[in-house]
T-cell receptor, first 111, second 111 residues
Framework: GEDVEQSLFLSVREGDSSVINCTYTDSSSTYLYWYKQEPGAGLQLLTYIFSNMDMKQDQRLTVLLNKKDKHLSLRIADTQTGDSAIYFCAETRTGGFKTIFGAGTRLFVKA | DAGVTQSPTHLIKTRGQHVTLRCSPISGHKSVSWYQQVLGQGPQFIFQYYEKEERGRGNFPDRFSARQFPNYSSELNVNALLLGDSALYLC??????????FGPGTRLTVT
């Protein structure tokens, strides 16, 4: 199959770290992405990682890739109320023309 | 620099009608992709165009068609609209086979 799977909900307290997990199925994926979507808005590219990397850090965001287990995670340090949104994991296969998205994880940040 | 722009923002159509959605990519980007996002789900790939040629197509019926113009802008056309076509239609542009940047989307409601 070509599913990208994510848990549907995550709730954290302001200031804590959030970890959003994703599993994908295609070992030929070249790029793996994290997008953020706020209510009524389009998708904002947060970060991406090449499939030959294990980790990428960008300010409060850390992406970890376990290629053996086809597992991708996004860690948000010092989570703020403005981080409340839906986070989508996505993969682009070799050939690059099709990006497969997960159903999204809704992050709730409690003040 | 302007990001990806889409028009119109919102649209209401009746079953059986036809609709045309428009997208202007980021300046210099030659690839445009279209996605359908039904409420509560992740985006589903419809088409990708690169240098005015269709590069890939998702699992959508022939009622969906698209084209890319010499200036790299793109149109998505949907004929014989069904209630189930109600969704947020997202356009994304990229330079090549790399990260995609999404527009704000066109919200289509079919009544």
């Amino acid at each position: 199959g070509e599913d990208v799977e994510q848990s549907l909900f995550l709730s954290v307290r302001e200031g804590d770290s959030s970890v959003i997990n994703c599993t994908y199925t295609d070992s030929s994926s070249t790029y793996l992405y994290w997008y953020k979507q706020e209510p009524g808005a389009g998708l904002q590219l947060l970060t991406y990682i090449f499939s030959n990397m294990d980790m990428k850090q960008d300010q409060r965001l850390t992406v970890l890739l376990n290629k053996k287990d086809k597992h991708l995670s996004l860690r948000i340090a010092d989570t703020q109320t403005g981080d409340s949104a839906i986070y989508f994991c996505a993969e682009t296969r070799t050939g690059g023309f099709k990006t497969i998205f997960g159903a999204g994880t809704r992050l709730f940040v409690k003040a | 620099d302007a990001g990806v722009t889409q028009s119109p923002t919102h649209l209401i159509k009746t079953r059986g009608q036809h609709v045309t959605l428009r997208c202007s990519p980021i300046s210099g980007h030659k690839s445009v992709s279209w996605y359908q996002q039904v409420l509560g789900q992740g985006p589903q790939f419809i088409f990708q165009y690169y240098e005015k040629e269709e590069r890939g197509r998702g699992n959508f019926p022939d009622r969906f068609s698209a084209r890319q113009f010499p200036n790299y802008s793109s149109e998505l056309n949907v004929n014989a609209l069904l209630l189930g076509d109600s969704a947020l239609y997202l356009c994304a542009s990229s330079l090549d086979d790399d990260e995609q940047y999404f527009g704000p989307g066109t919200r289509l409601t079919v009544t």
